[in-house]
């Protein structure tokens, strides 16, 4: 590998090589860096922590993840489980809770640090609810976990606030999505399904909040304002099936299969293509005391 111009240091260990970004004798241990080559980044809409943290450390023990973000976390920070986490080695902790609402957390193994000259919990609903959170990965990006309102059961803002907040939350994001200069990644509960191949009938729930045409547009919107990679579909291309949420009124999920692609990550173009495979944990959503949505995970050469 050459070396890059700028405060970059080649070195390798064994048969793996890679570009230090810190003068030697700054780095961590050369076993650190070589096994952080790959990183394992996961989010889930887990509908309160404490309620399910028993599956939540299932899933954390089974897959390994380097960090998950979770939205809807049900919890303030005072309340929240952090010891649970610190005990099977996610140590490094940024947390946005509310007490009995929304509530969004990231918990990390590997090191991370507030983003300079920005703010880690934007409050783009305006009302100050606990819906985002926002950290600098030591491997070099943006991590920023969101939880967009759902909007209610009226898609018509005029007589649903709740739908009108929605669509004012997206339109921040917009905004804020064309000032990114960095790399970045983008993961969480975005609350609309876009394509016609991303929900179970596309015919039935046009008019559905989450699937709405005035939701579709103003996502496509925030995509084009950084260019943003869609990992689930750049992994798994329409018209494939790829569904994140199931709802609880179904007694057996399985049965029609009604889901929609609630849940995405989201990278800069730089970033996505650093990114070497995209799951959807489908098998979740039969676990004991279940969220209705399933975690996603996207690992990454960095």
């Not at 950084?226 to 057996?252: E, I, K, M, N, Q």
Request: glycine share 6%; aromatic share 10%.
């Amino acid at each position: 590998m050459p070396p890059e111009r700028g405060p970059f240091y080649v070195c390798s260990t064994g048969s793996r090589s890679y570009v230090a970004r810190q003068p030697l004798a700054d780095r961590p241990p050369a076993r650190y860096i070589a096994a952080m080559s790959a990183l394992k980044i996961a989010s889930w809409n887990i509908n309160s922590v404490r309620a399910r943290i028993g599956i939540v450390e299932q899933f954390l023990r089974t897959e390994q993840p380097d960090v998950l973000c979770l939205q809807e976390t049900k919890a303030a920070d005072d309340v929240f489980p952090a010891d649970a986490f610190r005990k099977i080695g996610y140590v490094h902790q940024r947390l946005h809770g509310q007490r009995m609402h929304h509530g969004v957390a990231i918990l990390s193994k590997v090191p991370f640090r507030d983003i300079p000259d920005s703010g880690w919990r934007y409050d783009w609903q305006d009302n100050g609810e606990a819906r985002h959170v926002g950290v600098w990965l030591e491997a070099g990006f943006r991590l920023e976990n969101v939880y967009v309102p759902a909007g209610g059961d009226v898609p018509d803002p005029a007589v649903n606030p709740k739908f009108a907040q929605k669509l004012a939350f997206v339109g921040r994001m917009t905004e804020w999505s064309r000032s990114l200069s960095e790399p970045t990644l983008m993961v969480g509960d975005f609350n609309i399904a876009p394509l016609e191949c991303d929900v179970w009938s596309h015919k039935q729930l046009i008019d559905v909040v989450s699937h709405t045409p005035v939701e579709v547009e103003l996502l496509g919107q925030l995509q084009a304002a950084h260019d943003w990679v869609d990992l689930g579909r750049h992994f798994y291309p329409a018209p494939a099936r790829l569904h994140t949420w199931w709802s609880y009124r179904s007694p057996d999920w399985t049965v029609n299969d009604r889901g929609r692609r609630l849940d995405h990550m989201w990278a800069s173009p730089p970033l996505a293509a650093k990114a070497t495979r995209h799951t959807v944990h489908e098998s979740c959503r039969n676990w004991l005391k279940p969220s209705d949505h399933v975690p996603l995970v996207t690992e990454f050469e960095v």
